[in-house]
């Protein structure tokens, strides 16, 4: 009796341990996939989202297009009527750009020209126009026009591009281009619980004393505050044009958990040129495990700079 009683309730205890431990193992995954869902959330819309948001953002800029009295659209343009026409177009060939095309054949050639030449599409503002003729070829004209910019999309542009086919009737060609940042890097998104944050502020190749500050930060509130304007950094912009001077200064902030040596995350921001900000984020051994580039170093170079009274941070002032 006392064996089946201490056998039972030993299955009894094994029986509660186990479910222990499917409840354990259930509330950590559930905690894991709230992060990652969070994760997600805070990176914005998926490429693929963005892809299909830039697709409905072109079309919708083709529905703005100011056509001459009298146009008809063409299923495809006929090579006869100008083949210069075809080589047309404003595409650049970004693979974070959707491309579309339409086009019109309009009586009235030099007058519908100088009719196009009036109009401005909805929304639209005047970005660009010339033309491009040689000898055996086309004479094709083109004016671009630029739309308001989101935070998803790079560039939102028509291009109009024009040529007197034989017949004396206007061709157009008319490209809808809609570029995107593409999504951040998960390892742009710093995981909170840092208790120490260590700010460097290097005021680079500019000057001579007094190069380097060094502030070290417990105070919870400030390295919360530093966390989330690292996670609202912007993306890296891929179509970045010309930088301001730069003197290779920069602002790095590591973030520690509480008793460790080494930083589980590292922030080096530009203060000047392009504002690049690298992210490096490292296990508890200190291997690093994810890195990515964001933009946006100068602006938040600056807040830090503010937040902590330090002066000169872009190194541009001698000292």
């Known amino acids: 009796m006392n064996t089946k009683k201490n056998d039972s309730g030993f299955v009894s205890m094994m029986s509660s341990g186990l479910s222990l431990v499917v409840l354990v193992a259930a509330l950590t995954i559930t905690i894991s996939l709230m992060a990652s869902s969070a994760t997600a959330s805070s990176l914005g819309p998926s490429n693929a989202q963005r892809r299909a948001l830039a697709t409905t953002e072109a079309r919708r800029l083709l529905t703005f297009e100011t056509l001459p009295a009298g146009s008809t659209k063409l299923s495809a343009w006929i090579r006869a009527d100008g083949p210069a026409l075809l080589g047309s177009g404003g595409m650049s060939g970004d ?3 959707v491309h579309l095309t339409q086009y019109f054949l ?18 639209g503002s005047h970005l660009g126009s010339g033309s491009s003729a040689g000898p055996g070829s086309d004479n094709v004209s083109w004016r671009s026009y630029s739309f308001h910019e989101t935070t998803t999309f790079l560039t939102a542009q028509l291009q109009y591009s024009m040529l007197i086919t034989p017949k004396g009737d206007l061709g157009l060609r008319v490209d809808a281009d809609v570029t995107w940042i593409p999504r951040k890097s998960r390892y742009s998104i710093v995981p909170a619980g840092a208790t120490k944050v ?5 005021r680079g190749l500019n000057v001579k004393s007094g190069k380097v500050t060094t502030v070290t930060i417990t105070d919870r509130a400030t390295i919360n505050d530093f966390l989330s304007h690292v996670d609202q950094l912007p993306a890296l912009n891929p179509d970045e044009g010309f930088c301001p001077a730069d003197v290779l200064a920069s602002v790095t902030l590591r973030f520690f958990d509480a008793g460790s040596k080494r930083p589980y995350a590292v922030v080096d921001a530009d203060s000047g040129g392009c504002g690049n900000v690298k992210i490096h984020q490292y296990t508890a051994n200190h291997t690093l495990f994810g890195s990515t580039s964001v933009s946006g170093g100068y602006d938040f170079s600056a807040y830090v700079a503010k937040s902590l009274g330090i002066t000169n941070w872009t190194g541009m002032s001698p000292a």
């Open 198 to 202: 260590v700010v460097i502020v290097n």
């Open 106 to 123: 309009a009586p009235g050639g030099y007058k519908a020209v100088n009719w196009l030449d009036a109009q401005i599409p909805k929304g």
């Open 95 to 97: 693979p974070d750009q």
